[in-house]
């Protein structure tokens, strides 16, 4: 069985084709993937070490890396270029193509989809368009990423109340959501996969929950978008957030914001730039069109392209490879992992029962455990939150030796 592999960038229709030239046997037929066959697309893993920390940073295919060249080539060489099209129309092409593919891989619409440069960007534009009055509150979780905390803390000049539920033994239920939730809640915030210990929250029961009053359901996807599958319609979601050099394992730089169609008219953005209208409509009077309406309205300026081609080769990886394999198989590592832990009697950050590619259990000088993980070839996180942990993130290249590496090296460590 041979592994995908991307070759030289090929010239198409006048200009670069980045897409991936030999796809893999593994998936082509409609057969369960290879995983350790696809590990070869990732070289840092033909070495003896063990990566174990995708919610930190995700490995880079070859492929991924072959997408960035090729980008890197057109704009060094400043084509080849089609007669009709500037370079940058060339770019531009290319951003709608991978827009549908972001969509597709949400199942939003293509009008739906704004690029971005970070998750927080995302946040800001869902928050910062509401149309905040004083007394109105947002809802939050103490297992949230800092982002939102900090553009809600900006809002309190406003008179806007943060209303925080507390994690109880790692997880945060709907029914401690709904206790907070009232008919002047505008908006229940949430990291879908926390970055902490992995917590899954149940997005369409806090739809229903926030729903039921008005506001608005805002997701930070970062940690479950390439891991787990993900539908924003199915879970009622007003706005996600996310970015693709985790689990997508894909480039930095550029991230995607999911806007409701319906609520896009009325969202204002929380900046505007050339490409935020279609076009300036005249430079005596200085009127633009109106904004449009679709989720383009969000994005102000000229976008990292060498990310959108790098993106691009990343759905393709994640797509081929399968969105319902990778999840059945990171479980399955997890699941692994903490039947191999308990045996040690530690005691997990992560509740029971969760469905996610994150396990974290806590630990006494986790710092120092941390590093003699890393001297052993092996990377996970080691955190200080409310208790000392270590956080394993283990993805689709990931294999069951890797999970019993790691957990003989920890069981050697004394610190």
């Known amino acids: 069985m ?19 030239v030999e796809a893999s046997e593994t998936t082509s037929s409609g057969a369960a993937p290879d995983f350790e066959t696809l590990r070869r697309d990732f070289p840092p893993l033909e070495t003896d070490r063990v990566y174990l920390d995708t919610a930190f940073v995700g490995l880079m295919s070859r492929q991924v890396k072959a997408a960035h060249e090729a980008f890197l080539e057109e704009r060094y060489r400043f084509g080849p270029i089609p007669p009709d099209k500037t370079i940058l129309g060339v770019w531009m092409a290319k951003t709608e193509e991978v827009r549908g593919k972001a969509a597709s891989f949400l199942g939003a619409k293509e009008k739906e989809i704004a690029f971005t440069y970070c998750t927080g960007c995302g946040s800001n534009i869902a928050l910062k368009g509401i149309d905040w009055r004083r007394g109105d509150n947002a809802v939050i979780d103490d297992l949230e990423f800092s982002t939102d905390f900090h553009i809600l803390n900006s809002l309190r000049e406003r008179g806007v109340e943060m209303r925080i539920a507390r994690s109880d033994n790692g997880a945060v239920s709907p029914d401690q959501f709904e206790a907070l939730v009232d008919k002047r809640t505008r908006a229940l915030c949430v990291t879908h996969v926390s970055h902490h210990n992995g917590f899954r929250h149940d997005l369409k029961k806090l739809t229903e929950i926030v729903h039921a009053h008005g506001g608005y359901l805002i997701v930070d996807g970062a940690q479950s978008v390439g891991a787990i599958k993900v539908n924003v319609k199915e879970e009622g979601v007003d706005f996600l957030s996310c970015i693709p050099y985790k689990w997508l394992n894909g480039p930095n730089g550029v991230g995607f914001l999911y806007v409701r169609e319906d609520l896009i008219d009325s969202h204002p953005p929380d900046r505007l730039g050339w490409s935020s209208t279609d076009e300036f409509t005249s430079l005596e009077t200085m009127e633009s069109t109106p ?22 080769a990343a759905f393709d990886y994640i797509n081929r490879v399968g969105i319902e394999a990778i999840e059945k198989h990171n479980l399955n590592l997890v699941r692994m992992l903490r039947e191999r832990l308990r045996e040690r009697e530690v005691q997990f950050y992560t509740p029971e029962n969760n ?25 996970v996180t080691a955190r200080r939150g409310k208790e000392g942990h270590i956080r394993v993130s283990p993805h689709f290249y990931n294999t069951e030796e890797d ?9 050697g460590i004394k610190i």
Do not use: C, W
Request: hydrophobic fraction near 35%.
């Open 2 to 20: 041979v592994a995908s592999r991307l070759g030289l960038a090929s010239i198409k229709n006048g200009h670069m084709d980045t897409n991936i």
């Open 291 to 312: 904004l449009p309406d679709h989720a383009k309205r969000f994005q102000y300026g000229t976008l990292s392209y060498e990310g959108i081609y790098a993106l691009d």
């Open 355 to 379: 469905r996610s590619s994150i396990l974290s259990f806590y630990t006494e000088n986790e710092k120092a455990l941390g590093s003699e993980l890393k001297k052993k070839g092996i990377n």
């Open 403 to 411: 999970i019993e590496a790691f957990v003989e090296a920890y069981a």
